[in-house]
């Protein structure tokens, strides 16, 4: 079969497209072939059994096998496959029709409900390359199947769906999503006429104002469960989304949460780090305000869930506390700092202006204007990178830990690995003291606990080495069985451990414990914290830098 392009421009043959399509599907005897005919309606794509009549989707003696399908297919005389829904089997599938633009732009109605099934669901661009179907498992929780309006339909038997293998980039495999099928359902079908009764009302009443500042709001969602989320997004990191348009809807969907301002979000929006040229589009802005109003379950009461209770007998925490932790952090970055509140250039982008502060009880002492926040292990971690980036909440920790160690304020046990041979590369030098450095900060969470492994990121932002560093380094450390492979990430990123080669140490060390197979000889002034959140609820609430 020739090769055809797909909806991001790759060229595939069918074979591989068909290659696509989930196994399990494949598995069921729920397939017809479909070719464009002329109906009472128009133009449409009927189903046809293998020996050329008519399928029915309500007639399983119909339907045939997912190779018969195909080997129909080949044979030229139909236009595509398709897989009907049975009232046996797990499945719901979800045509978001003519949702895909001349420039093959979404919408964001689309952008939104893909985002919404993404970690469980088949997505794939329909035969036109204008739509998108999606198939994950769960049941149509109500009567209604088509939305005329958002030309959205849902299905979970009596109907099928062309089939092509072109995959949207979003796909994952099947899983079960009842939950997030009923919220679709009911923002789709039950919140219609709440919507037609809410622009009634508009009409003839004047919207009612936020009774809470743009810079109460803005601190509120930081501190909350979801903060560090809405914290990346509003300093513009979408590097956990698809598109910058899926970022955007994100970001007021938590702010939806807070008020149903639509001119309060859509200030904090473009005065956040996601502003670009698009936000200056106000039918934009406010078809993603009204799909963030539209689709929301439920509002912030005024309390929610917050940071727990800190501990406030853990010895670092007069570190957290003090400021002149946090000036000479701003020192080493080369920015002269005599006291808290004191504004200055920003390190991490020379455009804005900053300020230190700490949190107190009773909310935050007003520093200069603006309303981002970065840790300041984050800050830290850019200094010795070279390079700014968030950090994950393990990470954070550590880099803390770190700074603590590098200034002398903590002393960290001494693990007591085999050292390299001199003629080492450099790169492998530098990862394997790193990730040994990395076992010393660790044990001060826990003097138990075992080491987080090594992967390719981290050791590179750990370490300072470069992406040829990194690679000839971990190949001779791999290959002389200092490092071993102990498993993957969820984005199949290798991890590494030490492997047998290094713990090989020297056994005569005294005061030397046992741990993970290395010795580590900790001194009498090493304090560990219980649990690494800990350390991530006391720099939580103790301190950030404001931007």
Known sequence: MPARETQGGQKQS?????KNIPDELKERKQWVVWKTAMTKNGPSKVPFQVNGKKASTTNPKTWTTFSQAVEALESGRYEGIGFVFAKDDPYCGIDLDKCIDGQGRLSIEAEAVISMFSDGAYIEYSPSGRGIHLITKGTKPGPRCRNREMEFEIYTEGRYFTITGNLHKNSSPIKEQQAKIDDFYSWAFLQKNQRKKVKQQEENVEPIPSKVEDGELIRTASRAENGEKFQRLMMGDISDYSSQSEADLAFVSILAFYTQDEEQIARIWRTSGLQRDKLDRDDYVNRTISMALGTKTSVYSGKHKEHSEVKTDIPYI????????AIRLMELMGVQVEQLGQEFTNPIDQSRKAALFLPHNEGFITMVSGEMFIPLPDLYAAHVKGEYKPLGTGERALWWIRFLVDEGHLKAPKVLAKPLPEDAPTGAKKLYEGFIRLLEIRTLYNAEQTATPYSWRFAEGWTGTTRRETQQGMNYL??????????KT????????????????NNEVEEATDSSAIKMSIPDEAIFFHDIEEVEELYKQYQVMRL
């Open 14 to 18: 069918m074979d591989e497209r068909l």
């Open 478 to 487: 791999l290959q002389h069985k200092y490092f071993e492979t102990v498993g």
């Open 318 to 325: 007069e570190y957290l506390r003090d400021p002149k932790i």
């Open 490 to 505: 969820t984005s199949r990123t290798n991890l590494f451990e030490l492997g047998p080669a290094s713990k090989q140490a």
